[in-house]
């Protein structure tokens, strides 16, 4: 009798730059923990390069298919959902890089909290710039943050399989390219949410990433979700509010509710986020 693995790990590729599919694939390989199923879907069924590639790996927990016909990220994540095994499911983007004990410390940090279903880290964002993209640690700072940005990092995340199937949800391709975001919005009542605090993956940053290709949709989208969670959880959002007034030497609210300017390390910004004037005294 065949055993199932602890983990899948689900990375669906379209038309990949070798060089990154690789990577990817061999940060995989690498890691520590072992007891893992690799599933890659091919969403682009045409380029024979990649598959050749995919096929030149002959570690036997590679699980490669292709699609007959393109069908797009979130039906492609879906599709990986169903096929896996693992008790835990580890997101992982196809240019991104993980760190050897990723996974490792991931599967512990879940057999040690049965509460919480989704564990993310701390990502190295590198590429065109480089930085690390820190975020909160514990469950109620990180649904209170969920209600202004996506503060989990999707291609960093571990998620419980049966928080998934309990709950029947899955990813919803109306919402793409947030679909990942919207995905932590119908788990916040559903689980509680962590994130390690240290890097557990190199998240690429490149001009041919969706989230750059598609920053119109992905800024109308990401709106749409964030307001959909405030509506849901005012009180995260209340929170989250007072947290950076704490922080922060001047706001004005639109109404007294919408915030429009802010004051903040001698920088005005709009809208919280858009910086407009940068003060300098003498």
Do not use: C
Not at 225 to 235: G, K, L, Q, T
């Amino acid at each position: 009798m065949t055993t199932k693995p602890r983990v899948s790990v689900l990375t669906p590729i379209y038309n990949t730059n070798p060089v990154y599919l690789r990577e990817m694939i061999e940060s995989v390989l690498t890691q520590t923990f072992t007891d893992f199923e690799f599933l890659i879907l091919n969403d682009s069924p045409e380029n024979t390069e990649i598959e050749k590639i995919v096929k030149s790996y002959k570690d036997k927990r590679i699980k490669y298919l292709k699609n007959n016909k393109n069908i797009g990220i979130s039906n492609s994540r879906n599709k990986l959902l169903q096929m896996a095994n693992g008790e835990y499911l580890a997101i992982f983007d196809h240019d991104d890089i993980s760190e050897p004990t990723r996974l490792e410390k991931q599967v512990a940090y879940l057999d040690a909290n049965p509460n919480v279903g989704v564990v993310s880290s701390w990502v190295e964002k590198f590429g065109d710039k480089n930085f690390i993209y820190k975020t909160p640690k514990s469950d109620i700072l990180i649904k209170m943050f969920l209600t202004e940005n996506n503060y989990v990092m999707h291609t960093a995340a571990m998620i419980r399989k049966s928080v998934l199937v309990d709950n029947d949800i899955k990813y919803e391709p109306e919402y793409f390219p947030a679909e990942d975001y919207r995905l932590w919005e119908r788990l916040m009542n559903k689980t509680s949410f962590h994130n390690i605090q240290e890097v557990l993956v190199k998240y690429r940053l490149d001009k041919t990433m969706t989230s750059v290709q598609k920053k119109q949709e992905m800024a109308i989208m990401h709106d749409k979700v964030s307001y959909e969670i405030r509506n849901m959880f005012p009180a995260y959002h209340i929170e989250y509010m007072k947290h950076f007034d704490n922080h922060t030497h001047w706001r004005v609210r639109l109404f007294g509710i919408i915030p429009l300017l802010k004051l903040k390390n001698n920088k005005i910004y709009l809208f919280e986020f858009i910086p407009i004037a940068k003060l300098r005294w003498k």
